[in-house]
């Protein structure tokens, strides 16, 4: 009897030890990646003890977990991803997360025949006509000052107007609105077409660096024709050339 009592007690404390061992979390370390490029800036929470963390410049995060528990990862551009920790994770501890970009269902666009009502077909405005920004409205009503002009002097009929504006730099002013208007518009269709993952990861562009980076690519007259004419894949190879470029000043004044 006493025997059997002593096994019963090893039994126990064995047990006891074993379903300790069990439930004895640790810290653990772990890569995310997207199509193998390590990704910054993805939440990992850990759902059971709601603990969390955020992935560094080159993926790396590490995070306290238990066999059983599930791991949360999230970003606003990914799909979500969940993992749950298994007893190899634990004697390795690490983990490798591969997530991929989340698909963006677009709206069902219905044409019919209201849509080739436009201003020109109501006879608002003539066909063909230029359509002006607001910069360049601006610039129109405060009229461009020409020499020739001064010919009109002699007839009475020299608008004043553009001659005041010239004379106060006003017209000057608006011009230099008129092309920061332009740049931009095309600093806006940039980050429509290349978000700010492109522009780092992709080109190598550093953080700080992607607004300065943008004003230096419309800089460049041919990148902003191409821009303009919606050739993405052309527009895309050069924005890879102005890239280097921008990525070679940088070093240089690192130096």
């Known amino acids: 009897m006493k025997i059997n009592n002593t096994l019963l007690f090893v039994f126990f404390f064995l047990s006891q030890f074993t379903f300790g061992q069990n439930n004895t979390g640790k810290e653990i370390r772990g890569k ?8 910054e800036g ?4 850990n759902s059971t003890n709601q603990r969390g963390t955020v992935s560094d410049r080159d993926g790396f995060f590490s995070v306290f977990v238990k066999e059983g528990d599930i791991l949360v990862f999230s970003a606003v551009n990914l799909t979500t991803l969940y993992r749950r920790i298994n007893k190899q994770d634990l004697i390795l501890g690490a983990i490798k997360i591969q997530m991929s970009s989340k698909s963006i269902a677009l709206e069902e666009v219905v044409v019919n025949e209201n849509s080739k009502i436009t201003a020109e077909n109501l006879g608002i405005i ?22 020739i002009m001064l010919l009109s002097i002699l007839g009475g009929s020299m608008p004043l107007d553009p001659l005041i504006n010239k004379i106060n730099g006003r017209t000057k002013r608006l011009k230099k609105l008129v092309v920061l208007e332009k740049k931009e518009e095309y600093i806006k269709l940039i980050s429509e077409l290349y978000n700010e993952e492109y522009l780092t990861v992709k080109l190598g562009i550093p953080a700080d660096y992607v607004n300065g980076f943008k004003y230096f690519a419309v800089d460049n007259e041919r990148f902003t024709a191409i821009l303009k004419s919606n050739n993405k894949t052309m527009s895309s190879f050069l924005i890879g050339e102005l890239a280097v470029k921008y990525n070679e000043i940088i070093a240089s004044e690192n130096k």
């Open 42 to 45: 993805i939440n990992v929470l």
């Open 126 to 147: 003539p066909y063909g006509q230029k359509k002006y920004t607001a910069a360049e409205r601006r610039l129109q009503t405060a009229g461009d000052f020409k020499p």
């Open 32 to 39: 995310i990646t997207v199509e193998a490029v390590a990704v």
